[in-house]
């Protein structure tokens, strides 16, 4: 139903910042929350911001004060900007509902984060 494309990764150094944007075809994309999420090699998906249709946001605790999510409902887009970048911030991020949503819609393919000197 919906389709999901995630773009804006890339290498940084620790530090520097990025600018995710995951655009979202399909009906209906202002009533959604939305989420962002991220898997790490050997690691488990995990969810690192959401935000609901009417602005509200929340943030895995590692992440507070260097991320902040946001869309644009014109756009049918969700962002996620980045700054303070860590190495431990080196994954794939994809953006989908919330877990706490029900079904997710199906993933895309992501964009590769990767967090170095």
């Known amino acids: 139903q919906v389709q999901l494309v995630e773009s804006g990764g890339g290498s940084v150094q620790p530090g520097g910042s990025l600018r995710l944007s995951c655009a979202a075809s399909?009906?209906?994309?202002?009533?959604?929350?939305m989420a962002w999420y991220r898997q790490a090699p050997g690691k488990q998906r995990e969810m690192v911001a959401a935000?609901?249709?009417?602005?509200?946001?929340n943030y895995l605790d590692s992440v507070k004060g260097r991320f902040t999510i946001s869309r644009d409902n014109a756009k049918n887009t969700a962002y996620l900007r980045m700054n303070s970048l860590k190495s431990e911030d080196t994954a794939v991020y994809y953006c989908?509902?919330?877990?706490?949503?029900?079904?997710?819609?199906?993933w895309g393919q992501g964009t590769q984060v990767a967090v170095s000197s």
């Open positions: 399909g009906t209906g994309f202002s009533i959604y929350s």
């Open positions: 935000i609901t249709s009417g602005g509200s946001t």
């Open positions: 989908n509902r919330p877990s706490q949503s029900g079904s997710l819609w199906h």
